[in-house]
């Protein structure tokens, strides 16, 4: 999934901060701070209509683990995108817990061959 790094934009770029989270996290406590982000993001997935993660990694990243999460229960669908091999457990590839919450998983170390099935599978499919 994409994101953005909020702290190091509220930060670094006090004065000319764009995008969904205002300057106002600047100053704020970390508590006030972790509510506005996490009912921030927690509000785009919700709005969205279809949610994309980047699994690659030893593990997926805790927040867009979450963020899956978050989407699977609302009927989101959802897709994954894995491009290297460095996590298995129990003879698989990600946590089943995990991967079961895939509309469809996309996984192949070839990125060349990973776009390759991403059209392929949307020339029969709708996303």
Known sequence: MLGLNYRSRAVHHEKSVSGPVPVTLFRQRESEK???????DRDEVLKSDILFIL???????EGACVELGIAYANGKRCYGFKSDARSVE?????NPMISGCFTKLFYNLDEEELIKSLEEYLQSNEL
């Open 90 to 94: 129990l003879d698989m590839d990600l």
């Open 55 to 61: 699994l690659d990694g030893r593990v997926p990243d």
């Open 34 to 40: 972790i509510k506005m982000i996490f009912e921030k």
